[in-house]
């Protein structure tokens, strides 16, 4: 079974230029969820989506961080326009939540590493 | 607000010796708990959970963790390190009433000596 996919893996801009991060959970997981991880901290959430609804986003900039899931799939995170505090590792992870089964565990990608110049 | 402490930021261990992995927790019931391992340029990889039921919690590659319910601890610990055990591990804690999120300790970084 293919784990969480994201993309691109590194990614280096400059400042002021957007930038998108791409991810497809585990097939058949409901609810994905975006975290933050800058270096030397634990992950910090940004958005949570069960299904295509985004549940939790009140840890997400919302002046400048925008994110979609528009089938229930793969999802976008976009952060227009970067700022230098942005370099971070940017996580992607899936469970299956709330349904009979469902383990509630949540299944990372490999995140995508973003340097800002 | 739930939170997560894990007070040794730096711990290092020679092959064969054990580990023990401290992690506090705070939050007003009893939590989810989890242990994750994350290796350099990885994604994280959970080592083991707590929902209910037996404190004692078995994981995989031979970790396990006991919940304290009266020290709200749930340490991770292993009887002989391997070298491949060398990575960061990080405690999380999610509530009962949104079990989708998860607050994470800041890890505690691993070294195992030869």
């Known amino acids: 079974e293919a784990g969480v996919v994201q993309s691109p893996r590194y990614k280096i801009i400059e400042k002021k230029q957007p930038v998108a991060f791409w991810c497809n959970p585990i097939?058949?997981?409901?609810?994905l969820y975006w975290y933050l991880q800058n270096l030397g901290q634990g992950p910090e959430l940004l958005i949570r989506?069960?299904?295509?609804?985004?549940?939790?986003d009140s840890q997400l900039p919302k002046d400048r961080f925008s994110a979609e899931r528009l089938k229930g799939v793969d999802s976008t995170l976009k952060i227009q326009p970067a700022e230098l505090g942005d370099s971070a590792v940017y996580l992607c992870?899936?469970?299956?939540?709330?349904?009979?089964?469902?383990?509630?565990?949540?299944?990372f990608g490999p995140g995508t590493r973003l340097t800002v110049l | 607000a739930q939170s997560v402490t894990q007070p040794d930021i730096h711990i290092t261990v020679s092959e064969g010796a054990s580990l023990e992995l401290r992690c506090n927790y705070s939050?007003?019931?009893?939590?989810?708990l989890f242990w994750y391992v994350q290796s350099p340029g990885q994604g994280l990889q959970l080592l083991l959970k707590?929902?209910?039921?037996?404190?004692l919690v078995q994981g995989i590659k031979g970790f396990e963790a006991e919940f304290k319910r009266s020290q709200s601890s749930f340490n991770l610990r292993k009887p002989s390190v391997h070298w491949s055990d060398a990575a960061e591990y990080f405690c999380?804690?999610?509530?009962?009433?949104?079990?989708?999120?998860?607050?994470f300790g800041q890890g505690t970084i691993l070294t195992v000596h030869p």
């Open positions: 939050y007003g019931a009893t939590p989810y």
């Open positions: 992870a899936s469970s299956l939540v709330g349904l009979a089964g469902g383990s509630n565990e949540q299944f």
């Open positions: 989506y069960e299904n295509e609804e985004a549940v939790d």
């Open positions: 999380a804690v999610g509530a009962r009433t949104s079990y989708g999120k998860l607050t």
């Open positions: 707590y929902f209910s039921g037996d404190t």
């Open positions: 097939s058949g997981h409901n609810t």
